[in-house]
Structures are given as structure tokens and as C-alpha cells.
């Protein structure tokens, strides 16, 4: 599974990035405005960083609109993703971009159904956010299980991309449920990388080689 990070702090990123492990990014009109920084600025930043796809989210509601801010991000670099939101004016243009080989990535999916539309309508990938539907006491993990069925089923090539997770637990219900990707925050990231056992087995390990007193080198 690709895992993505889910930010707009590019210092972060980076430390992050030399880890090898961060296949990607996505951004959001919220992340955006929590950085306080021009969008173009730092997609192109971001851009700079990882090879991988960086997903930027258009602003307009109309086709129209979402057709010239897409084709405006999607300049900035050949690895920006155009996310557009789940409606029919954003499926439309999906189709439209698809056309021109602009890569879309398909915002706030919350039913396979939905999933389904936007595989159909050329999605490169598709974002089914779990903890939000956490949130309103409904089960995430299942939306991803029913996406992973619906697109084997049909043999849809749009990536299922895990988004709106909020724990390491969610990425590896993710990645057993079968999605391609997971977009996380960076303290996610972090997480991923720790258990209190492997911490307690360190620290006993580094305690016995002290006593062995003995070198490697
Ligand atoms: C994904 O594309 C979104 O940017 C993100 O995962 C939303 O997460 P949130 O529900 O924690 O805001």
C-alpha cells in the first residue's frame, strides 16, 4: 500500500520524506488555509519534495470553474493530481480531464456507490474518508472492504485512497481491507513506526550489550 501524507507543513514533509517511505501527498482546502500560504506556492513546494502523486483540490463548484483551476494546478508540476469533490459537476469534469490526461483524485466519498460514479467517470483515484464517518458512529473500515469488492468486481483501475485517518490502527485495517493507498497526518506517520514493546525490547537489548561490554566495530 502507498502511503501518503495528508499536509501542508512542506518542513515537516521533508524531515519525513528522507525516510523513503512517503509515496505521496494530498492537500485540502482547510489544509491550505491552515498553512496561511498562496496554494500555488506551496503545491509547487510540495511538488519539489516528492516524485509521487500530489493531490491539489480545486475551488469551484461549476464545471467550468473546475476545468480552468485544474488545468492551472495540474501545470504547476506533472505530479499534481486534480482532487475534485463528489458531485455531478465534479464527475463531469473528471471525465472532461481524463480526456486530456490531467490525473483527478475524487474527494468526500462516503458510499461505495459514489465510489462506483467515480470510477466510472475516469477517476484515477477515489478518497473514502473513514474517521469522518467514524465520527457519525457509522463503520469507515466497511466503506473501504465495499469499495475493494465493487472495483475487483468490475475490474475499475481507480486507486482506493484511503483518506481521513486518524490512527495507525486505521492504516493497517486499510491496507488489510485491501486499499491501494492511505493519505495520513504526520503524527500518524510517526506512529506508524511504534509499538511499547518494541521500545521495552530496545531498551533491554541496548542494557545486555552494555553489560557484554563488547564492540562491533
Ligand atoms: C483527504 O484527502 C483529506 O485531506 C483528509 O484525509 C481529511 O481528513 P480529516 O477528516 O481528518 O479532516
Known amino acids: 500500500m502507498q502511503i501518503f501524507l495528508d499536509t ?4 515537516a514533509l521533508k524531515t ?14 482547510s489544509l491550505i488555509a491552515k498553512s496561511g500560504r498562496p496554494m500555488l506556492e506551496v503545491i509547487a513546494e510540495i511538488c519539489a519534495v516528492v516524485e509521487g502523486p500530489v493531490s ?13 483551476e485544474g488545468r492551472k494546478l495540474a501545470a504547476i508540476a506533472p505530479n499534481v493530481v486534480v482532487k475534485v469533490p463528489m458531485t455531478k459537476e465534479g464527475l463531469i469534469a473528471v ?9 483527478t483524485n475524487v ?4 458510499t461505495a456507490a459514489q465510489a462506483l460514479l467515480a470510477a466510472k467517470a475516469g ?9 469522518r464517518l467514524d465520527d457519525i458512529g457509522e463503520d469507515g473500515m466497511q466503506l473501504i472492504h465495499d469499495i475493494r469488492a465493487v472495483f475487483d468486481n468490475y475490474a475499475f483501475d ?3 485512497l484511503a483518506a481521513s485517518v486518524r490512527t495507525a490502527e486505521h492504516v493497517q485495517a486499510a491496507a488489510i481491507a485491501g486499499a491501494d493507498c492511505a493519505t495520513i497526518p504526520p503524527a500518524v506517520f510517526e506512529a506508524l513506526f511504534r509499538h ?12 545486555d550489550w552494555a553489560t557484554a561490554g563488547q564492540t562491533i566495530l
Open 107 to 110: 474527494t468526500l466519498c462516503f
Open 196 to 207: 511499547p514493546l518494541t521500545e521495552k525490547g530496545l531498551q533491554q537489548f541496548m542494557l
Open 158 to 160: 481507480t486507486e482506493i
Open 123 to 131: 477517476a484515477g483515484y477515489v478518497s473514502p474518508f473513514i474517521g
Open 16 to 29: 519525513l520524506a528522507a525516510t523513503g517511505l512517503v509515496d505521496g501527498v494530498t492537500t485540502n482546502p
Open 56 to 68: 491539489a483540490e480545486v475551488s469551484a463548484m461549476d464545471v467550468e470553474g473546475m476545468l480552468a
Open 95 to 103: 471525465r472532461l480531464f481524463a480526456e486530456e490526461g490531467i490525473q
Open 8 to 11: 501542508t507543513d512542506v518542513a
